[in-house]
């Protein structure tokens, strides 16, 4: 069992909880408020001020930058007019104290209009009362929180006063109208945007000059007759009458509800894939449940392409090309391969959570061939997806580690199936659970469960080893020599993380080679099962289920290791990690029965496996986000930079060079063991802490901005590597940083959009400026 003495303290944890101080949420005023019925989303036509192409883009690059995703201040999301009209909360997503679970609020899914909205406790940041032009300012909260920044602007510092509350786990005030005056009178520097400075004269004219006139939406541009074109085709394929077509809908639909599905005759145009009770040809009418597996509760369902109005922001957009490519691949693993569907799975939870007995009948193969063909997008949905302020799945992984994967193979696929028969009852999941009040007998079943799969696991590869292929780099994908997904870098930054093609950086500490079973698990635990408006339990039961799948990650890459030097292997990314914790690692390790074949010359076990299958990948290991430092030698001091520089800088540094393009410096925090949820600075290994300089962007939350001319680089890198203090460190910002205060932040912000949309157009989308850091 791993780390026992945790789970004990959760456990009385919640007896606490239940006996009496628990927090129920975020106190709401109950007033109640009258005005004129809500308004509705009603595109209209005007002869000025049309909101998509005037207004905004306006509102992303200065306000959607902090109003985004569940984490968006007051749940005001601003990445569509939808969310304007929907409005403000003062209820919290994130709440870690949350004994019951609570009723979602997605934007487009929970309520259809402001009037259900209004009902579910939001309230307007427009006009709702009557259409004047006094009204639509007076009563209009965004334009009164506009108009706060033109009155009172930052003061005139380097640094923002303790005034400003910048900590994300910070009180939220989210005033309704009639509280204005309070608020300003309370806060007078806490206009919009807040913590940063104010719209420019033409940007703020502008805004209140639309929000005097009452906001008008305007129409939107028609979707185009090619656009209209694909819809139709794509639709037809996802909903086919027989029972094979209509198994594959559900698994593609349960991996790509996320995903930012476009064409290429649009790439900017983005649709969602949902379910509706209607088929094509007739309009959505969506079916919204918690969870993509959720009981639909209809007798047949249809996936539709719904067009999302939203502006793209980094922290959830996930592109997905639906191409000829992509049309060929899967005809070729899903339909014309010979295998039969006898009859539809059933949404009971204790099937539609495991997905090895909800789609059994789809190949092994075919299945793992669609996941493996966008890897990056099936890793990057945990770190995308619901979880969105990461820490309940980002505490459990490292700063920076490479992925493999396993390749696949027809015989294995047999081994595998057999596996799952085996072990069927060994795959259970959280989500099964739902809410539950006892994560720790939960988890203690979950624990014996993986302990079984195992001992079932090791059983099966042992006999695969010794009967159809050794241990060695034939196991592992080499993305045909021409997918780019065949290896990863993931980087963590401390509750958010990106993933990316190739390996970047120095060899890191640790590895992992994930196959079919893992990946699929990875995805129904953290993607497709995880509920972001669940109680505390379900996602503390989520957090301690992910430990087992990244040791088992960990461990398929130390099985490629001589047998005799896998425990000393593991045991150095455990180190003092609890005794219960090591024999759960010694446990599949002792159950697996075969040695690698791989030749080794050195003492450098792990560093020579790593070079071994960076050569088997070939060019697939390379990344346009890896620095040649040999072509750059002004950035050599950097690469291994060790010490005080590196404890000090931030998490993710954004670094603008005019002329160069746009670099990424990531510190990479180092742990003894992440063993557990609890005392993650106990674990700390500040002095070994490191650095990755790469090209572009990384990360969707920057901590910190720089701008640095390249004739200065030099001078920059020496007095980065001198830093020993935080005053070092200050005059180091003093010099080079673009600090939220600046007067120029919001020009250097658009030239750094600007430069990241040039340079990844498939990906760029707007960053979050929530982390940004006041030092």
Known sequence: MVN???????????IIFLLGGCSWGVFTDTKVHTQQSPREYAPERVPYLNYFSDIQPLIGRRCTVCHGCYDAPCQLKLESFHGLLRGSSKELVYDGSRLLGT????????????????????????????????????NSVMAQLLELKREHPLPEEPLLSADFDLDLARKQFCPRS?????????????????ALPGLDRAEHRLMMRWLKSGAPSGAPAPLSAKVLTQVAQWEAFFNGDDLKSQLIARYLYEHLFLASLNFSVAPKTYFRLVRSRTPPSQPIDRISTTRPFDDPGVERVYYRLWYDPSIPVSKTHMSYRLDEKRWTNWQKWFLQEQYSVTKLPSYDPSVATNPFATFAELPVNSRYRFMLDEAQFAIMNFIKGPVCRGNVALNVIQDHFWVFFLAPDRDMARYEEKLFQQAENYLHLPAEKGNTFMPLSNWLRYSDQQRKYLSAKAEVITQYAKTQAPLNLDMIWNGDGVNPNATLTVFRHNDSASVHQGLIGEPPKTAWVIGYPLLE???????????????????????????????EGEMNFIAL???????????????NAESDQKKYLDFYLDQLQVDSQLSFKTKDLKGELLAQLTQLVGRMAKSPQQIDFSQHAVLQPLRKLRGPAVQILPEATLIRVPGQGLYSLLRNNQFTNLSSIFGEEARRCPEEDEITLVRGVVGAYPNSFMQVESRKLDEFVKQLAAVKSEEDFVRLRDRYGVRRTDSH??????????????????????????RLENR
């Open 521 to 551: 698990r990875i995805h129904y635990l953290l993607v497709a099962g995880f509920d972001v408006y669940g109680n505390v339990s379900h996602q503390l039961l989520t957090r301690l289920y992910m430990d087992f799948l990244r040791m």
């Open 103 to 138: 009723k979602p609020t997605r934007l487009f899914e929970d309520a259809q209009t402001t009037a259900e909205w209004r009902d579910r406790s939001f309230f307007p940041v427009l006009n709702e009362f009557e259409n004047t032009d006094e009204a639509n300012l007076g």
């Open 745 to 770: 932040f919001w020009s250097f912000s658009d030239k750094v959009h600007a430069e990241y949309q040039r340079l990844y157009p498939a990906e760029a989308a707007l960053l979050d400026y929530n």
């Open 4 to 14: 026992l003495s945790c789970y004990r303290f959760v456990s009385a944890f919640f």
């Open 178 to 194: 009639d509280e204005m005056e309070a608020y300003k009178k309370k806060h007078p520097f806490w206009g919009m945007p807040y």
């Open 561 to 575: 290791l001589p047998q005799q030097a896998r425990k000393e292997a593991i045991a150095s990314w455990y180190q």
